[in-house]
Antibody, heavy 116, light 108 residues
Framework: QLQLQESGPGLVKPSETLSLTCTVS??????????WGWIRQPPGKGLEWIGS???????NYNPSLKSRVTISVDTSRNKFSLKLTSVTAADTAVYYC????????WGQGAMVTVSS | EIVLTQSPGILSLSPGERATFSCRAS???????LAWFQQKPGQAPRLLIY???SRATGIPDRFSGSGSGTDFTLTISRLEPEDFAVYYC?????????FGQGTKLEIK
């Protein structure tokens, strides 16, 4: 059974870079013709799509975040990662990794707080 | 950017009743790539419906989706206690995927 798990620092200082990794278990990123993506949810608010990556490295980013976002994939380690630069308090959210564009499998979510 | 507007904001119903959720897009979804998610407190969202009307794996048949163009609907035919949650629509018809603001289904 495919599972996704986010990992990374729970606290990031303003202006620094948020880095998260999603580890995929129970299946291979490389053998699937799926997009793998990141979605976030500020406390008490709705969902926002951040971006997605195909196993071959092709990416698609939310234009409102594109200048700050990089998503990469490491097929040898069955992981994909998110980097968000120059963070502010507005980037405080639960960050989810997920499989497919219409996400059918989600990680449990990682709370990231931006604060000094 | 395609903006999705969900209505109502809050839906108050009793178990056994029928629930209807609306999602209106600011532009026509030419490929009808619209999904519905259910989210309970402290949990990740769960995919219910994709491509407007296809049920995801393991989703009971009391959940159904319909619509085309700019108007889409999620229907729960007969509410079970576990259905009370927040529901989101998402379009992936354009390359900028967007979510609606959500509808909270509460127990009346």
């Amino acid at each position: 059974q495919l599972q996704l798990q986010e990992s990374g620092p729970g606290l990031v200082k303003p202006s620094e870079t948020l880095s998260l990794t999603c580890t995929v278990s129970g299946g291979s990123i490389d053998s699937s013709n799926y997009y793998w993506g990141w979605i976030r949810q500020p406390p008490g608010k709705g969902l926002e799509w951040i971006g997605s990556i195909f196993h071959n490295g092709n990416t698609n980013y939310n234009p409102s975040l594109k200048s700050r976002v990089t998503i990469s994939v490491d097929t040898s380690r069955n992981k994909f990662s998110l980097k968000l630069t120059s963070v502010t308090a507005a980037d405080t959210a639960v960050y989810y990794c997920a499989r497919k564009v219409a996400a059918d499998i989600w990680g449990q979510g990682a709370m990231v707080t931006v604060s000094s | 950017e395609i903006v999705l507007t969900q209505s109502p904001g809050i839906l108050s119903l009793s178990p056994g009743e029928r629930a209807t959720f609306s999602c209106r897009a600011s532009q026509s979804l030419s490929s009808s790539y619209l999904a519905w998610f259910q989210q309970k407190p402290g949990q990740a969202p769960r995919l219910l419906i994709y491509a407007t009307s296809s049920r995801a794996t393991g989703i009971p048949d009391r959940f159904s989706g319909s619509g085309s163009g700019t108007d889409f609907t999620l229907t729960i035919s007969r509410l079970e206690p576990e259905d009370f949650a927040v529901y989101y629509c998402q379009q992936y018809d354009s390359s900028w995927y967007t979510f609606g603001q959500g509808t909270k289904l509460e127990i009346k």
